[in-house]
């Protein structure tokens, strides 16, 4: 197959061992080509829109901008964007928010490697793709599955796409001061970002926006251990 017809990927996960092993997968596909790399989710971002690559594979967890948010920035710049979101995590709140973000399939790590290019292959023609675990239960709770996604659609659309970063350097530890410096923003900006979350969410402290941050999938659990 000639290189006009491969499907470009893009891969984006923090982990540089991982990104090899999913390069060294990829390569060996005939029809699939590895375009671009990322480990953090600002830069997916800047590379979908600088690339256009066909499929990006997108993990959740990642350092200053979690996957779910870099996924709802792609898809509002770059129209038309597949991303299939790979993840260690396939609980049921996990997969509802990948969805409500706009990604068009879901795999679990631990999920078996072959099945990556199938779902590339599969988002690329326009379909959904799911891992075979995800498929099933979601055959039994479509509806409520449906009814869900548009809880968190209506929650997260109160906050803006900043906002979203600010409340995951929040969850991640980050005092003011590192986040003003990590976002290129003023200290100031960043005590009334914070404000604005506790008053939208109605939570008053940082361990509930932490909590609120989990809950939702903007963090993973095991990024922050010290919450109670």
Known sequence: MNAMSCISVLLADDHTIVREGLRKLLEAESDIEVVGEAAN????????QKLRPDVIVMDIA?????????????????????VLILSAHNDDVYVDNVMASGA???????????????????????NRYFSPEITKRNSK?????LSRT????????CLSSR???VLQLIA??????QIAEKLGISIKTVEKHRDHLMRKLDIHDTAGLTRYAIETGIIECGIRLTIV
Do not use: W
Request: proline fraction near 3%.
């Open 41 to 48: 989710g600002g830069k997916v971002v800047e590379l979908a």
């Open 172 to 177: 991640e530890g980050n005092a003011n001061k």
């Open 104 to 126: 068009v399939g879901y795999l679990i790590k631990q999920t078996s490697a072959h099945l990556l290019s199938v779902a590339i292959r599969e988002v690329q023609k326009g």
């Open 62 to 82: 990642m350092p200053q901008l979690n996957g779910l948010e870099a996924t709802r920035q792609i898809c509002r710049a770059v129209p038309g964007a597949k």
């Open 141 to 145: 709770r479509k509806q409520d599955l």
């Open 163 to 165: 906002e979203i970063e």
């Open 150 to 157: 548009g809880v968190f659609k209506a929650r997260s659309a």
